[in-house]
């Protein structure tokens, strides 16, 4: 696998990793060419680092206008393609957390920390949309990319969720962690999974015994090798997108892979 050799910029819609050397990092290059008057770069500045939700509509909208102006150009008023490169990673699924069907067109991979609050926004915002508006056509993978550094409950809030996991109640009990309704901490896991029906004896000897945490802190040391920065990053059928970006960005990208307009 090739890494691009650029250095993003900070983004005030992602955690950063503080005082950790990546050897790399990830930009999205989308073509924005135009073929016979069609504007074919719908994903042109959507994955700009440091986009602010308002920014990130506001470049939905000056897309629009600008398709609109293009289609109604004819062939010999098109200017020249311009060719940028789009990279696709081979992130696995390793074992983690999969909600969706096996065989859906679309798989999302998170790399999220639950102490986050950009990825807590990205949960209420995007994620919970999406898996309403497209049951049949994403999975989301869940990898763990806590940044001990200035997230102390991260790593036992992601333990936790394994444990819950052992009790097929995972993605319930993610839920729950992101909602923030009971905080962090020993009492709070516990007072998710009695709120959830789990067996109590089960979830508390899982915890105490820390059995998930070398599956937590693998899913850490892959993610930085790999070259990720900040929490949350995704990757969409292995197009990187990095920080909490809105619904919009998600469904025009989703929308343009299954049309099969990315390379």
Request: some cysteine.
């Amino acid at each position: 696998m090739t890494e691009p050799k650029m250095t993003p910029q900070p983004s005030p819609d992602a955690h950063q990793v503080p005082s950790r050397k990546i050897p790399s990092a990830f930009i999205f290059l989308i073509p924005v060419a135009l073929v016979g008057g069609i504007a074919l770069g719908a994903l042109s500045g959507y994955l700009y680092w440091g986009r602010e939700l308002e920014q990130s509509q506001e470049l939905l909208a000056e897309f629009e206008s600008a398709q609109q102006a293009a289609a109604v150009q004819t062939p010999t008023s098109v200017a020249p393609a311009q060719e940028q490169e789009i990279r696709r990673y081979e992130v696995p699924e390793d074992d983690d957390p999969v909600f969706g069907p096996e065989d859906a067109p679309i798989t999302i991979i998170e790399f999220s920390d639950y102490q986050c609050p950009y990825c807590a926004r990205w949960h209420e915002q995007v994620f919970l949309r999406l898996r309403e508006e497209y049951p049949d056509t994403i999975r989301v993978v869940f990898r763990d990319f806590p940044l001990t550094s200035i997230h102390p409950e991260a790593v036992p809030a992601a333990e936790a969720a394994n444990c819950a996991g052992e009790q097929e109640a995972y993605w319930e009990f993610h839920d729950e962690l992101f909602s923030g309704q009971n905080g962090f901490g020993k009492d709070a896991y516990t007072s998710y999974a009695s709120d959830l029906g789990l067996d109590m004896d089960g979830f508390t000897e899982c915890i105490e015994s820390g059995r998930h945490n070398d599956e937590v802190m693998a899913d850490l040391s892959y993610a930085a090798e790999l070259g990720v920065q900040s929490t949350p990053t995704f990757f969409l059928n292995g197009l990187p997108i990095v920080g909490a970006q809105p619904y919009e960005v998600f469904e025009q990208i989703i929308k343009q892979e299954l049309a099969g307009e990315i390379p």
